[in-house]
């Protein structure tokens, strides 16, 4: 018995909220290689603005309709090289669970 726990290897998943490409199937299965199991979230207070065609989430008065994504840190690094334009950024949403979300790299 003991053998078998040693063996079994347990990863905690990482939230990632995605409220733009990313919430189309076929772009996420192109960054992951799969298609991953979404979970529809509303995130209120906030909007999505396109910068040179390039989706951001924002504070806004709008509500946005994303899906919470839950990933192995293995995927997560397939998403952080998908999104070389992103950074990882974190933020509560409703459902209190934490997760991360792609923000624009802002350039000066």
């Known amino acids: 018995m003991d053998k078998l726990i040693q063996e079994i290897i347990v990863e905690e998943l990482k939230n990632i909220l995605v409220y733009g490409t990313l919430k189309n199937p076929n772009t996420a299965k192109k960054a992951l290689g799969f298609k991953p199991v979404e979970h529809p979230i509303n995130i209120p207070n906030k909007e999505v603005d ?59």
Do not use: F, M, Q
Not at 74 to 82: A, G, I, P, R
């Open 50 to 108: 396109d910068y040179n065609t390039y989706p951001n989430l924002e504070k806004g008065k709008k509500t946005v309709h994303g899906d919470e994504l839950k990933l192995s840190n293995k995927d997560v690094k397939k998403l952080d090289n998908w999104e070389e334009k992103y950074k990882r950024k974190s933020i509560e949403l409703p459902n209190k669970d934490k997760a991360d979300y792609y923000s624009l790299k802002k350039t000066t």
